[in-house]
């Protein structure tokens, strides 16, 4: 661990496994917390709690703004474990001299997606501090979520399980750079920012056999991919021509030596299932519009255990390691 924090702590992976590991899971430790779910399962099975702060630059963005972001982040992470999500907290940092206009937009966006999730918030804390002290405004959500389908563990995966996702990847993370650096893609390129459980709830209902959730957000596919190898002790090897990416994304990444499999997504989610099950989760994940992308990608082996393997289209595979470095910093 470094003598100070660096904007790689926060990437969502090896650096940012490495704090969390050494500092706060060391002083926090307990059975909820070591299970490193999105959001932890408590009351017996029944009930889903997960946090998240949100300092997205720049606020609104192609696709969505960091209202929108702050309500999907949040709700997203208690749907990977299968709870449909009830109740939020919101607690805002303003800089004096933010533009009230701009609020109110912010907070519209966050009305309109609480609503797709069925949740409300219930309480919040509002604080303003003088210009300089935060980049325009933060925000901060927590939610609390009724588990619909108990088991979703990411500590659960087995060699029987296949690996999908839910949508084409990279899509948040390449909008985001375009929008940071002035970059005119003229093309229809947003984020995929948008909220997940309606799609989980239908998979749930489904009957659809589901193993684990994750929300590639901080890190891409890959940081989910990684950690979920190292939880269950396992080697997941993907197919690359299977992985789902847009022109515009690929076209960012080749422009700038970025990695697809690692670019942040807020829309889109990898599943493990029983191999049985990947058909019929496809039939409802492409019925959904949020997911009409999905693939499966990969398998679960133990050709490597803890370990992910990418195969390519020239019949060579390498190791993904997880994410170093700072690839862009308040993706989220």
């Not at 969502?12 to 706060?24: A, P």
């Not at 588990?147 to 948040?172: A, E, F, P, R, W």
């Not at 002790?233 to 970025?258: A, H, M, Q, S, Y």
């Amino acid at each position: 661990m470094t003598k100070t924090i660096t904007l790689a702590h926060g990437n969502g992976g090896q650096e940012n496994n490495e704090l969390i590991g050494s500092i706060f899971y060391k002083a926090f430790k307990n059975d909820i917390l070591a299970k490193s779910e999105d959001a932890a399962v408590i009351e017996n099975g029944k009930l889903a709690f997960s946090t998240d702060s949100f300092t997205v630059s720049p606020l609104e963005f192609p696709g969505a703004d960091i209202g929108k972001l702050a309500v999907c982040g949040t709700c997203n992470d208690l749907a990977m474990m299968g709870a449909q999500p009830k109740y939020m907290t919101c607690s805002v940092i303003i800089e004096e001299g933010f533009e009230v206009e701009t609020l109110n937009r912010i907070v519209q966006s966050m009305k309109e997606e609480l609503a797709k999730n069925g949740a409300k918030v219930v309480s919040g804390d509002t604080k303003v501090v003088p210009k300089g002290s935060v980049d325009k405004i933060f925000i901060n959500t927590t939610g609390i979520g009724e588990i619909k389908k108990s088991g979703i563990s990411s500590n659960s995966i087995t060699s029987g399980d296949v690996i999908l996702v839910s949508n084409s990847i990279g899509q948040h993370g390449a909008t985001i750079f375009a929008a940071r650096e002035g970059i005119d893609m003229s093309s229809n390129l947003q984020s995929d920012c948008a909220s997940l459980w309606p799609v989980v709830e239908k998979l749930i209902d489904s009957g659809v056999q589901i193993t684990a959730l994750r929300d590639a957000t901080r890190g891409g596919v890959n940081a989910v991919l990684n950690e979920w190898a190292n939880q269950s002790n396992v080697c997941i090897e993907v197919e690359e021509t299977k992985v789902p990416v847009c022109d515009e994304v690929n076209g960012i990444c080749e422009l700038l030596g970025f990695e697809a499999m690692s670019l942040a997504n807020e829309g889109t989610f990898v599943l493990a299932i029983p191999k049985e099950d990947a058909q019929k989760a496809l039939e409802v994940l492409h019925s959904c519009e949020v997911a009409k992308e999905a693939a499966m990608i990969g398998t679960v082996t133990h050709q490597y255990d803890k370990k992910v393997v990418l195969h390519s289209a020239w019949g060579t595979k390498r190791f993904l390691e997880t994410p170093t470095g700072e690839l862009l910093p308040r993706i989220c």
